[in-house]
């Protein structure tokens, strides 16, 4: 018996015909030339999100970003006349790696008011120009202006920072397309207290989007989260979303959420009890402009129950935005065709009491010990596919974002291959 | 090293950790004994300690107040365990791990 109304269509898959029903091809997640090619059809030509406008408080901020997967490092800083730009991480006199620490490979962040090469102190602006050379006379018809830092395309959406390494690519603003269009006017700037969480996971990136964009799992996998006879009920109902979107490349899921806060307080752990916040955060919406109403891309199907929205923007960026007034951010960051790194930010409006930054640390908490369930997995998962005993799989109508996400990125390797002739 | 109310919780001082990293590592390496004897004594607390916080700004808590509010979040820390799994780990998480980096100072 559903619960909640499906399209005219009968599914929401079949609502998308060109998704077909068939069972998805999972080589995809296993095989290296695939993900050679996805590197260069997928990471090289879309817009990544690599961060929020706060990291990047003031002029002279910067911090670095590692992206193995298009095979280079960037530096995003913020200029003098407080425009954000993105440069490869890269001195144009002998390439060496310009903005490090200790550890070449690691991330890193500061405020600085030049950049120094650490090699022969070549320096640069804020604005990638070229300002200094070592025994500059030394050189041969050397122009200065003719070796800055080589700038990569970066544009900001709500705060949310992108980068995109192909100087031909249409604006931000039309990638992201009608779903980022319906978020726009979250008070996303409210929201600047943040937790960051960081892992390696054993997999290829789909499967983790995979395992974050569907619910079905939920009541199975994370049942002894829930008291038992909540988890029995739960286990009975399954899971159903309110509502799906998919504007390829990119798709989203509204999900109910009767826990914040839950029509019956038996149902919860004492703690969340005492502390009102749980799983969908904090019970009680912080007092800040612009949660009602909502934009019109949030809780699209108008539903009383409704908990929270997962957006997927295409490759690996997801957006959750919760009832209760807080926004979680996940992304992939592919290392090898089986192995990622995973991060995940929760914001908050920043607490003004020890009594709401509890009820933060319980949310933060409670998402860790659902993560670690869903990271775990994985790998398991990466496992077996690679030995190709079985290839292909069935979704159900709740995977359809999975089966989405699959063929999209299929997509794009194929027209990558096909334009390149 | 507490607010004299809460003289009852000296005894969990070595519970009053800067970061979450250390809480997680704590949780993981104290017996269910220890975790239930900290929860039995700071949960029964939690919502006068909440009450008697409320008169602070969180960025500017005196020392025994900002104390008081580390043993809390170490409280959050172990209600998994005691409340839920009856075990320190996260059962079913296996070797996946996820490190907070960045966490919001008090
Ligand atoms: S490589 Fe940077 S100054 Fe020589
Ligand atoms: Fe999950």
């Known amino acids: ?170 604006p931000l603003s039309q990638y992201l397309g009608e779903l980022g269009k319906g978020l726009e006017g979250y008070p996303f700037h409210e929201m600047t207290e943040v937790f960051t969480y960081k892992a390696e996971v054993g997999s290829n990136w789909k499967l983790f989007i995979d395992a974050f964009a569907e619910f079905y799992h939920a009541p199975v996998l994370h049942q002894k989260q829930a008291t038992k006879e909540e988890a029995e009920k739960l ?37 969340e009890r005492v502390l009102r916040s749980g799983l969908f955060g904090p019970w009680d919406r912080p007092d800040i402009e612009g949660l009602d109403p909502l934009p019109p891309g949030v809780n699209p199907a108008g539903h009383r129950a409704w908990g929270v929205d997962s957006f997927h923007f295409f490759p690996n960026f997801m957006l959750l935005i919760w009832a209760p007034g807080w926004y979680l951010t996940y992304h992939y960051w592919p290392t090898a065709v089986d192995r990622h790194i995973f991060e995940a930010n929760l914001y908050f ?18 998402f860790k010990e659902y993560a670690l369930q869903d990271a775990n997995t994985l790998e398991a998962t990466q496992t077996m596919l690679k030995s190709r005993a079985v290839t292909e799989f069935p979704l159900n109508d709740q995977e359809i974002l999975l089966r989405h996400l699959h063929k999209v990125a299929g997509d794009y390797v194929k027209e990558h291959a096909d334009a390149a002739g | 090293m507490l607010p004299a109310e809460f003289a009852a919780l000296e005894p969990y001082g070595d519970w009053i950790l800067e970061t979450e990293r250390e809480r997680y590592e704590k949780r993981l390496a104290s017996s269910m ?74």
């Open chain 2, 33 to 106: 004994e220890e975790m239930q004897a900290f929860y039995d004594a700071a949960f029964p607390l939690l919502e006068s300690a909440s009450k008697h916080l409320d008169a602070f700004t969180v960025g500017e808590l005196p020392e025994p107040e900002r104390n008081l509010l580390l043993l809390m979040f170490s409280l959050v820390m172990v209600s998994f365990p005691i409340e839920v799994w009856k075990q320190a780990r996260v059962p079913d998480s296996g070797a996946a791990y996820l490190d907070l980096l960045v966490e919001p100072r008090v």
């Open chain 1, 349 to 366: 409006v920043p607490a003004k009491t020890a009594r709401e930054r509890l009820a933060h640390e319980l949310a933060a908490v409670t």
């Open chain 1, 1 to 170: 018996m559903p619960h909640f109304s499906k399209p005219a269509a009968g599914s929401w898959t079949e609502h998308y015909p060109e998704l077909g029903t068939r069972p998805v091809d999972y080589t995809d997640s296993i095989d290296p030339a695939c993900y050679a090619a996805e590197q260069t059809a997928i990471f090289k030509k879309t817009w990544l999100n690599v961060g929020r406008v706060e990291q990047l408080p003031k002029t002279g901020s910067y911090f670095t970003k590692e992206l193995a997967v298009a095979d280079t490092s960037l530096v995003l800083v913020r200029g003098k006349d407080k425009r954000i730009r993105a440069f490869h991480n890269l001195c144009r006199h002998r390439g060496n790696k310009l903005v490090w620490n200790d550890y070449p490979g690691e991330e890193v962040k500061g405020t600085c008011r030049q950049f120094t090469c650490k090699y022969h102190a070549w320096r640069y602006d804020l604005e990638g120009n070229l300002t200094f050379v070592q025994q500059e006379k030394e050189f041969f018809d050397l122009d200065k202006a003719d070796f800055g830092l080589k700038s990569v395309r970066c544009e900001v959406w709500e705060g949310f920072i992108f980068v995109n390494l192909d100087p031909d690519a249409a």
């Open chain 1, 235 to 271: 286990l009975g109902y399954g899971f159903e979303a309110l509502h799906y979107d998919i504007r390829s490349p990119h798709s989203m899921i509204s999900s109910w959420g009767g826990m914040s806060p839950p029509k019956d307080p038996s149902m919860v752990k004492p703690i």
